[in-house]
């Protein structure tokens, strides 16, 4: 594989995947490649097979890096693993000399050339944050009766701030997104210190896994972070969603879109085939691709995404029905 990263390409892009996103990836790279992204891309992978990592390495500037990670059968540990690795991926970035490492979410793709996005001139770094009612409906039934509705509950807080071993009080009001995030290589060190919390608190050994503070594994952990952290970086909000042109769609996280296709996500559909069509043309080698995305099988696609949302929408309506006329048993279990 051929290093042609020019002077003007300041930017390393880190994606992670397993045997399962392998599709998935080839995907984000392969628009990556269609939209003239500049920049480097660096894959780690965890338990890749060489004919698995070929079909990234095929791509000049693309290059597949072996997690010292195992990847695990139990469903729980291979979360947690996926979120530890981040920390892991973006110090693959170590031996470039670009000032800033985008981290992006196996399950995205962009819709255009991001480049300018992902070389931000401030020096920060820059993350998705949620908004308070979004926090809302995430903690709505975490809430103590002393808790600010749209905030981050008391007791996560106090879980943060002692995982942190911190003294301080909490520097963030809302939640971050850790899925897709440009962060400037002076602040490696967060970084450092963010992959060593997940390493702590997160169950990439334990079967079982209940613990509110880190429910949503990555986000929270970062958040923490950014809360607790000793080494916090300025945040600021991510570019790489504001242009309608030239943004990065994220397509999870269910269903998975190369089993079956979400409607709010249908209008994704045709620039991936397209993506796939110019890889075909360039007679560059692709995973095998499932139903969902194959141009023979449009009408099948949409007629399978509108049964299932109808599904979705016939549990809702029927759900609330069904929990009102269930009849109601007394709990004798105390008694035996």
């Not at 072996?66 to 110090?91: H, L």
Request: one cysteine or more; hydrophobic letters at 40%; a positive charge.
């Amino acid at each position: 594989m051929t290093d042609s990263t020019s002077t003007k390409d300041n930017c390393t892009i880190v994606i992670i995947t397993d045997p399962n996103f392998v599709l998935a990836v080839f995907i984000l790279v392969l628009s990556l490649k269609f939209h003239k992204v500049k920049a480097k891309i660096r894959v780690l992978g965890i338990g890749l097979s060489d004919k698995e990592k070929k079909y990234f390495t095929q791509f000049d500037n693309v290059f597949v890096h072996d997690s010292k990670w195992k990847f695990p059968s139990n469903k729980t540990n291979i979360r947690a693993i996926a979120n530890i690795c981040k920390k892991e991926a973006v110090f693959l970035s170590k031996e470039d000399k670009s000032e800033n490492i985008a981290l992006l979410d196996g399950d995205c793709i962009v819709t255009g050339d991001i480049t300018k996005y992902i070389n931000p001139e401030k020096v920060a770094m820059f993350v998705r944050t949620r908004d308070a009612e979004e926090d809302k409906m995430i903690f709505l039934s975490r809430y103590d009766k002393n808790d600010v509705s749209g905030s981050i509950p008391k007791r996560v807080l106090e879980t943060w701030k002692k995982d942190n071993k911190s003294t301080e009080n909490s520097a963030i009001k809302n939640t971050s997104l850790s899925g897709n995030f440009v962060v400037n290589r002076k602040f490696l060190p967060f970084i450092e210190e963010w992959g060593r919390l997940m390493e702590n608190v997160l169950p990439h050994t334990d079967q079982q896994f209940n613990h509110v503070a880190y429910e949503m594994m990555g986000d929270f952990s970062l958040s923490s972070a950014l809360a607790f952290g000793k080494n916090k970086p300025p945040l600021l909000d991510l570019l790489t969603d504001k242009d309608p042109n030239a943004y990065i769609a994220h397509l999870g996280p269910s269903p998975k879109f190369w089993k079956l296709w979400p409607v709010s996500k249908l209008k994704y559909l045709n620039p991936i085939l397209s993506f796939l069509d110019w890889a075909s043309k360039n007679n560059f080698s692709t995973p095998p691709l499932t139903w969902t995305l194959k141009r023979k099988n449009i009408p099948l696609i949409y007629l399978s995404s509108y049964l299932f949302q109808l599904q979705i929408s016939l549990k809702n309506i029927l759900r609330p029905l069904i929990k009102g006329i269930a009849p109601k048993f007394k709990d004798r279990s105390h008694k035996y």
